[in-house]
């Protein structure tokens, strides 16, 4: 199933963005107690994260398979280990950086980013 493409107009501006429906409600898988599952990025993004990988350099990208509501958590930092400063790396204080090493690398390359990164808590 490929993803879809939604739009939204906030503030006078179109929004386009593509999603693709889990578990046939487009809600982010819950467990047995009707939670929504905490995911990582060492064993969950199969569900939450699609790469579209391109040929073309800098034109890979992500695409959300799941929809969540504003300031909801979309994964937990888990395999990240620190870094110099690169295209890959994610700033994490005035002098530092982390690699992600998995595929949340092509996250927030737009310029309309919708992910919010908490590097005090490793999570997004």
């Keep these: 199933m490929s993803p879809s493409?939604?739009?939204q107009t906030l503030n006078g501006q179109t929004?386009?963005?593509?999603?693709?429906?889990?578990?046939?409600?487009?809600?982010?898988?819950?467990?047995?107690?009707?939670?929504?599952?905490?995911?990582?990025?060492?064993?969950?993004?199969k569900d939450r994260l699609f790469?579209?990988?391109?040929e073309k350099a800098f034109a890979s990208r992500s695409i959300s398979l799941i929809n969540l509501p504003p300031n909801s958590l979309f994964l937990k930092i888990t395999l990240a280990t620190p870094?110099?400063?690169?295209?890959?790396?994610?700033q994490t204080g005035p002098d530092s950086h982390i690699e992600l090493n998995s595929d949340i690398v092509f996250i927030n390359h737009?310029?309309?980013?919708?992910?919010v990164f908490d590097m005090d808590k490793m999570e997004f």
């Design 5 to 7: 493409v939604e739009s």
């Design 83 to 90: 870094s110099t400063k690169a295209y890959t790396s994610v």
């Design 51 to 54: 790469v579209e990988r391109s």
């Design 110 to 115: 737009s310029c309309q980013p919708s992910l």
């Design 15 to 45: 929004q386009v963005s593509q999603t693709k429906p889990l578990n046939g409600n487009g809600n982010a898988p819950t467990n047995e107690k009707n939670q929504v599952k905490i995911a990582t990025d060492a064993e969950d993004l």
